[in-house]
């Protein structure tokens, strides 16, 4: 076409592209392309780029059984019920489901008062699954930590407002979603990858499949998989 684009500055809110991914028509687009993820953006139907962060760290290990949840939740966002409605602010960009390391941490800061370096000490212990650790970390967030002088440390989730039952409730939550949570920058990134790929497929589609093939010339497999998918489309 002679014109030169400058994927630093597309348009992340263009609804040919959210279509296009609604349809499942993902073949080549980065992170998007196998056959459970074409289904889960079929259901999904993103419209916006929270959408594909969002998908990209729920089709993993442990966040799939979020899934229908917060397919749900999404369909239904009048009926979402959090543990106690401080968590809603945290939890309405993923319709009440935790999802991110960055919303265990939020959780611990708002409601515990924790300090942001020791939000992400917590983060780490449950990644690990460090029993031990969590354990000491539950009675601070709940009840709070002061030094030998009485000095509060940690105000804990009590001084908060929050009842000790919804407390346990939701460390409960946190240590049971925090094994599998995705760091939410680190899925962005990747979002951002896949919608430009898209992007680049939707308006540039020969280029994009021409280029995609010469990127797996050494695998007979993908390019004979591609070559179908032009046939498919009508490209020679």
């Known amino acids: 076409t002679g014109k030169t684009v400058d994927i630093e500055n597309i348009p992340l809110d263009d609804k040919n592209v959210y279509d296009m991914l609604g349809q499942g028509d993902t073949d080549g687009v ?89 939000s992400d000490l917590v983060r780490r212990a449950m990644a690990k699954k460090n029993i031990d650790v969590m354990e000491r970390e539950r009675q601070n967030f709940i009840y709070g930590q002061e030094d030998d002088e009485g000095n509060i440390i940690i105000p804990g989730a009590l001084r908060r407002g929050v ?21 939410k920058s680190h899925a962005a990134a990747y979002a951002l990858i896949a919608y430009r790929t898209a992007w680049l497929k939707f308006y540039y589609p020969v280029e994009f499949m021409a280029a995609l093939m010469t990127s797996v010339m050494g695998n007979s497999n993908k390019v004979a998989a591609y070559i179908q998918y032009c046939r498919k489309k009508g490209i020679d």
């Open 30 to 118: 980065f992170q998007l392309e196998n056959s459970g993820m074409k289904q889960f953006m079929k259901e999904l139907k993103p419209r916006d780029f929270e959408d594909i962060i969002a998908g990209i760290s729920l089709y993993r290990p442990g966040p799939m059984d979020q899934i229908p949840r917060y397919l749900e939740n999404r369909k239904h966002p009048e009926d979402i019920e959090y543990t106690d409605e401080v968590l809603a602010p945290i939890l309405e960009v993923t319709y009440g489901c935790m999802v991110y390391q960055e919303q265990v941490m939020q959780i611990v800061r708002d409601l515990g008062g924790y300090s942001l370096g020791r």
């Open 163 to 183: 009842s000790e039952e919804k407390a346990n409730e939701i460390f409960d939550e946190m240590m049971e979603f925090a094994k599998y949570a995705f760091n």
